[in-house]
């Protein structure tokens, strides 16, 4: 018996529900709860497989430890927002439950991606004798388990890594973002930077690019940003010399937010407006499409990996690992567009290994830690398969 507990009802954990009830011999018993409970209801209306919902407050640990203790899971996956990581973290150490998240915790009121405040629990999982995996989507994620996969089987030195990611759909709409607004405004907004040689280098927002070739999408114009797995990459891949992440944006995406920027519509401090305070960015959220509703006229692809140079056998070795995912299957097979989807997945398979102890362990973990290769198995059975080609 595994009852895993999921917690956020969004895009991404409408995916999480519908994969673990694809797997009944390791989720034997789900239970989805958020904010409001109708969007779990409305997801567990979809899923072909009975599955019990809950309202909680994920930002207040107290109500959260209360609902683990009532509903007995051996797992939380956290799929809400990256403001409630602490207090999920906190909940699971007070209940005594294993966890797992797919993006690092942030300040409400700082735009600011570190590990530190969760690398912080190390010591207090570790003496509960419990589990914490961090950053188990995509990228963070999948990415990550691509870097232990070439460090275990394709080199034996890796310089560089250029983490690739490209969404070459259509939404059909003037503007949206294809997971929670805030969080990806915010991301996409701050300091570029990346690692090299020991240091890093922090760049003016979106200030370089580069046209890159996505295998099965065709040439499209990456822009070099910040992304949270650099950071435990650049600790846990040994000899690294350099890494980058891009990511591609439409020239209409960027000219709304150019404009948003402009008239202060991106800002997260908050303005008073008629005697309340207001937060911008908040207040922008609420016009925006809700990522979840994206799904239904989507189309086209995403392709996102990791492209390494290094070393093998004393030859200079490039070689790209990708996962190709199609918006418009994504929709047919559980109602989501494919960023949610491959999100939702290997939160789903991260879960997996930890409850059939492929994945065992005390302490706070971020997923190139641990084993890639039953990871790696799982992504082709469960929906994304991944390719290995010479670049
Ligand atoms: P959504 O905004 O669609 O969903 C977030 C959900 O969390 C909503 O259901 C929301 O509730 C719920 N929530 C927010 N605050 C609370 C709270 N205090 N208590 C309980 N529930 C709360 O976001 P997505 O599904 O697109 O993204 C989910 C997570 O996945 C985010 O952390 C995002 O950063 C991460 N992500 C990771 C990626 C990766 O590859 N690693 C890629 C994409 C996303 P309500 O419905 O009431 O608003």
Same mark, same amino acid.
């Given at each position: 018996?595994s009852k895993v507990?999921i917690?956020?009802?969004?895009?991404?954990?409408?995916v999480v529900a519908h994969k673990c009830a694809q797997v009944p011999?390791v989720f034997t018993e789900i239970c989805l709860?958020?904010?409001?409970?109708?969007?779990?209801?409305?997801?567990?209306?979809?899923v072909?497989r009975?599955i019990?919902?809950?309202?909680?407050?994920?930002?207040?640990?107290?109500?959260?430890?209360?609902?683990?203790?009532?509903?007995?899971?051996?797992l939380?996956i956290?799929?809400?927002?990256?403001?409630?990581?602490?207090?999920?973290?906190?909940?699971?150490?007070?209940?005594?439950?294993?966890?797992?998240?797919?993006?690092?915790?942030?300040?409400?009121?700082?735009?600011?991606?570190?590990?530190?405040?969760?690398?912080?629990?190390?010591?207090?999982?570790?003496?509960?004798?419990?589990?914490?995996?961090?950053?188990?989507?995509?990228?963070?994620?999948?990415?990550?388990?691509?870097?232990?996969?070439?460090?275990?089987?394709?080199?034996?030195?890796?310089?560089?890594?250029?983490?690739?990611?490209?969404?070459?759909?259509?939404?059909?709409?003037?503007?949206?973002?294809?997971?929670?607004?805030? !969080?990806?405004?915010? +991301? #996409?907004?701050? %300091?570029?930077? @990346?690692?090299?040689?020991? =240091?890093?280098? *922090?760049?003016?927002?979106?200030?370089?690019?580069?046209? !890159?070739?996505?295998? +099965? #999408?065709?040439? %499209?114009?990456? @822009?070099?940003?910040?992304? =949270?797995?650099? *950071?435990?990459?650049?600790?846990?891949?040994?000899?690294?010399?350099?890494?980058?992440?891009?990511?591609?944006?439409?020239?209409?995406?960027?000219?709304?937010?150019?404009?948003?920027?402009?008239?202060?519509?991106?800002?997260?401090?908050?303005?008073?407006?008629?005697?309340?305070?207001?937060?911008?960015?908040?207040?922008?959220?609420?016009?925006?499409?809700?990522?979840?509703?994206?799904?239904?006229?989507?189309?086209?692809?995403?392709?996102?990996?990791?492209?390494?140079?290094?070393?093998?056998?004393?030859?200079?070795?490039?070689?790209?690992?990708?996962?190709?995912?199609?918006?418009?299957?994504?929709?047919?097979?559980?109602?989501?567009?494919?960023?949610?989807?491959?999100?939702g997945v290997?939160a789903m398979i991260?879960g997996y290994?930890?409850l059939?102890?492929?994945?065992?362990?005390?302490?706070?973990?971020?997923?190139?830690?641990?084993?890639?290769?039953?990871?790696?198995?799982?992504?082709?059975?469960?929906?994304?398969?991944?390719?290995?080609?010479?670049?």
């Amino acid at each position: 018996m595994s009852k895993v507990l999921i917690i956020g009802a969004g895009g991404v954990g409408g995916v999480v529900a519908h994969k673990c009830a694809q797997v009944p011999e390791v989720f034997t018993e789900i239970c989805l709860a958020s904010r409001t409970k109708a969007r779990c209801d409305r997801i567990a209306a979809q899923v072909p497989r009975p599955i019990t919902t809950a309202q909680v407050d994920a930002d207040n640990v107290d109500e959260l430890a209360a609902l683990i203790d009532c509903v007995e899971p051996e797992l939380v996956i956290n799929v809400a927002l990256p403001y409630q990581d602490l207090s999920i973290m906190e909940a699971c150490l007070k209940a005594g439950v294993h966890y797992l998240d797919t993006a690092n915790y942030e300040p409400p009121d700082v735009a600011k991606f570190e590990y530190k405040w969760q690398w912080a629990y190390q010591e207090r999982f570790q003496k509960a004798g419990l589990m914490a995996v961090l950053g188990c989507g995509f990228d963070p994620g999948v990415t990550n388990i691509f870097c232990a996969y070439a460090q275990q089987n394709m080199y034996d030195e890796i310089h560089s890594v250029d983490i690739v990611d490209c969404n070459a759909g259509d939404h059909g709409h003037p503007f949206a973002t294809n997971f929670n607004p805030e !969080i990806n405004i915010r +991301e #996409v907004t701050q %300091r570029g930077k @990346y690692w090299e040689e020991g =240091e890093w280098k *922090e760049i003016d927002p979106m200030s370089i690019s580069e046209m !890159i070739d996505f295998p +099965e #999408v065709g040439p %499209r114009k990456g @822009y070099l940003i910040y992304h =949270e797995e650099e *950071e435990s990459l650049v600790r846990h891949i040994k000899g690294l010399k350099r890494i980058r992440f891009w990511m591609t944006f439409s020239d209409n995406y960027l000219t709304h937010l150019r404009v948003l920027q402009n008239v202060g519509m991106t800002r997260i401090d908050p303005v008073m407006y008629e005697g309340h305070e207001v937060v911008p960015l908040k207040f922008l959220k609420v016009l925006l499409p809700d990522p979840s509703s994206l799904g239904e006229n989507y189309k086209g692809k995403t392709c996102i990996g990791c492209v390494f140079e290094g070393i093998k056998d004393g030859k200079p070795k490039k070689r790209m690992l990708y996962n190709v995912c199609d918006h418009a299957e994504c929709y047919k097979e559980v109602k989501a567009q494919a960023v949610s989807y491959t999100t939702g997945v290997p939160a789903m398979i991260g879960g997996y290994l930890m409850l059939t102890n492929a994945w065992a362990g005390a302490g706070v973990f971020n997923v190139e830690q641990l084993d890639p290769m039953p990871f790696m198995d799982l992504l082709n059975k469960y929906g994304l398969p991944w390719k290995e080609i010479e670049r």
